[in-house]
């Protein structure tokens, strides 16, 4: 779908997520995008050397979504890990918290659109290159593995650490994993089904207020 009738679906659809609002405002999804090409123009401002968006490549995207690692609240097990491959491991462990795929699959998608609205060409849209799109897929494929993720398709109540992902529309607003009920809906055509994780991808700029280190799973 080219970005203008992905964004003229959203608007179609406002508030597809139960607010009563009004019809005027923008959907969560638009409002999200706003603030996802707002958090990637401040990276590309801060980024040393500096980057322009024009000399952007799928590269500086990678580096980004790396980037937004630290800001994670999905636990990604090593592969020295005990619970390497565990869904439900029975005590904390060491292993770092890192952006959930889904999270980064719904981001990039978002970015991808709101790129070409912004008049950047299709033909050198950095966020659908080549290069990213497999970044994601090794991304997917080895959390899946690390996480133990089931391929059966069963929704679970579980613990902040695998609350399931919010709508792409709530990703980076959300720092507590505040509607784990949510299943994702990303319309990437998620094979591995029950792609559970965190809270989604944080905003750098709020996230000060959370706490990355800190291992969830106290119950
Ligand atoms: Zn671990």
Redesign the pocket.
């Known amino acids: 779908m080219d970005a203008a009738s992905e964004a003229a679906a959203a608007v179609a659809a406002p508030q597809a997520e139960g607010s009563p609002a009004a019809a005027a405002a923008p959907s969560r999804y638009e409002s999200q995008k706003r603030r996802d090409w707002n958090t990637f123009l401040q990276y590309l401002r801060n980024h040393k050397p500096p980057l322009t968006l024009a000399r952007c490549s799928g590269a500086h995207v990678i580096e980004f979504l790396k980037y937004l690692d630290q800001f994670g609240k999905t636990?990604v097990?090593?592969a020295g890990?005990p619970?390497?491959g565990h869904p439900n491991?029975p005590a904390p462990?060491a292993?770092p918290l890192k952006q959930a795929w889904g999270s980064l699959d719904a981001l990039i998608g978002r970015l991808r659109a709101a790129f070409e609205e912004n008049g950047g060409r299709p033909e050198s849209n950095p966020f659908a290159t080549r290069a990213v799109r497999i970044y994601l897929k090794e991304v997917r494929e080895g959390q899946a593995k690390a996480r133990g993720i089931p391929y059966e398709k069963k929704k679970r109540k579980r613990t902040a650490v695998t609350t399931s992902v919010t709508s792409a529309a709530t990703v980076m607003s959300t720092l507590t994993g505040s509607s784990p009920n949510n299943t994702i809906t990303n319309g990437a055509g998620s094979t591995t089904g029950n792609t559970t994780n965190g809270a989604g991808v944080s905003v750098p700029s709020v996230a000060a207020t959370a706490t990355p280190n800190v291992t969830a799973t106290a119950v």
Do not use: G
């Open positions: 636990k097990h090593i890990c619970y390497f491991p462990c292993c």
